[in-house]
């Protein structure tokens, strides 16, 4: 029985790794760009653009947000409605400015890519800069290349083991560990562990 669950869990984190590789193919295509000219824009590796496209290779959040911006094109874009719940939060127009308010019983969204599943835990405010989310990160899978971005990246450990590299040096992190960097620096991080890694990320700038 378990292998079974396992089985489905594999198939269904590669329809979900086709799904997105087949948007940013078509969205790069739609640009005019070759995989050169997107590697140049959004600072990832040709050879891993190119896995991901073809379903070979998962892409994290925030590497796949320089892709967006690459390419013009909102995060939530290269996801389908299967993988947000069907509850969207409200409209920045009806917030204020300065605070957000989320309850424990309100429907969050929710992305998959590969094999982490982002938990929106806030919604949108006008002029709130932080992205706060709730990350579960399956085993295994490919290793990602190191990427940076611009702001900053804060990550606790609630449950599991985590595998974060930073610079060219891994760390491994355990529940109650946490590590928060400048993103312009190279990092990456790994579940190598059999089970499931939860943790809660705060990244800027917003991704959503």
């Known amino acids: 029985m378990?292998?079974?669950r396992q089985d489905?869990?594999?198939?269904?984190?590669?329809?979900?790794?086709?799904?997105?590789?087949?948007?940013m193919r078509r969205f790069r295509k739609e640009r005019g760009l070759t995989l050169r000219g997107l590697s140049?824009?959004?600072g990832l590796s040709i050879g891993f653009l190119s896995q991901v496209e073809r379903g070979i290779s998962s892409i994290g959040l925030t590497a796949l947000n320089g892709v967006a911006a690459a390419l013009d094109r909102g995060v939530a874009e290269f996801f389908d409605d299967e993988g947000t719940s069907d509850d969207h939060p409200p409209s920045v127009a009806r917030l204020p400015s300065h605070f957000t308010l989320t309850r424990a019983e309100t429907a969050a969204t929710e992305?998959?890519?590969?094999?982490q599943t982002y938990r929106m835990l806030s919604a949108r405010g006008a002029g709130l800069l932080l992205e706060p989310l709730l990350v579960h990160i399956a085993p295994g899978g490919r290793r990602e290349d190191a990427y940076g971005h611009a702001g900053e990246e804060f990550a606790f450990v609630l449950e599991g083991e985590l595998l974060?590299?930073?610079?060219?040096?891994?760390?491994?992190?355990y529940p109650g560990d946490s590590v928060h960097l400048r993103s312009t620096v190279p990092h990456t991080?790994?579940?190598?562990?059999?089970?499931?890694?939860?943790?809660?990320s705060v990244v800027t700038p917003r991704l959503f």
């Open 2 to 4: 378990g292998t079974e």
């Open 8 to 23: 489905r869990d594999d198939h269904a984190d590669r329809e979900r790794q086709d799904a997105v590789g087949a948007r």
């Open 40 to 42: 140049t824009r959004s």
């Open 111 to 115: 992305y998959v890519s590969g094999r």
């Open 164 to 173: 974060y590299g930073v610079d060219g040096v891994e760390h491994r992190l």
């Open 189 to 200: 991080m790994y579940n190598d562990t059999d089970r499931v890694t939860t943790v809660v």
